[in-house]
């Protein structure tokens, strides 16, 4: 459509053609745009959501010896997936921000019911 000359779409013309790997806008939607209002949104819905894991693993674990409140996935499974059917996601996501800590890629419901989770 950039290139079609009976265009009339503005948005079409003020938008850069390519952006490169170095450009700081690479793989971002353009600044004040629904699609980077949408991601913001999901990013503040997936931060509650690890938020409340965390709260849970608190209340329903047991502090160790280090200080730290760990649990076992079959027991956060059961109480987590009455709240919500992503507890792995939001595992690994809590993992990947420093929050948690476990042995294992992936944990799978029966399979990995005795792996500890551990509250950093």
Same mark, same amino acid.
């Given at each position: 459509?950039?290139?079609?000359?009976?265009?009339?779409?503005?948005? =079409?013309?003020?938008? &850069?053609? @390519?952006? @490169?790997?170095? *450009?700081?806008?690479?793989?971002?939607?353009? /600044?004040?745009?629904? #699609?980077? %209002?949408?991601?913001?949104? &999901?990013?503040? @819905?997936?931060?509650?959501?690890? +938020?409340?894991?965390?709260?849970?693993?608190?209340?329903?674990? +047991? !502090?160790? /010896?280090?200080g730290h409140v760990s649990?076992?996935?079959?027991?956060?499974? +059961?109480?987590?997936?009455?709240?919500?059917?992503? !507890?792995?996601?939001? =595992?690994?996501?809590?993992?990947?921000? $420093?929050?948690?800590?476990?042995? $294992?890629?992936?944990?799978? %419901? $029966?399979? *990995? *019911? *005795? !792996?500890?989770? #551990?509250?950093?």
């Amino acid at each position: 459509q950039r290139k079609n000359p009976f265009s009339s779409d503005d948005r =079409l013309a003020s938008k &850069a053609a @390519h952006t @490169h790997r170095g *450009d700081p806008t690479y793989g971002r939607p353009r /600044e004040g745009s629904r #699609t980077e %209002q949408r991601g913001k949104d &999901a990013h503040s @819905h997936v931060g509650k959501e690890v +938020e409340e894991l965390c709260l849970i693993i608190r209340r329903t674990g +047991e !502090v160790g /010896e280090d200080g730290h409140v760990s649990v076992t996935f079959g027991q956060l499974f +059961e109480t987590y997936v009455t709240i919500s059917n992503k !507890v792995v996601g939001i =595992l690994l996501r809590a993992r990947k921000h $420093g929050l948690v800590h476990f042995e $294992g890629e992936m944990l799978w %419901q $029966g399979k *990995d *019911d *005795d !792996v500890v989770i #551990t509250l950093l």
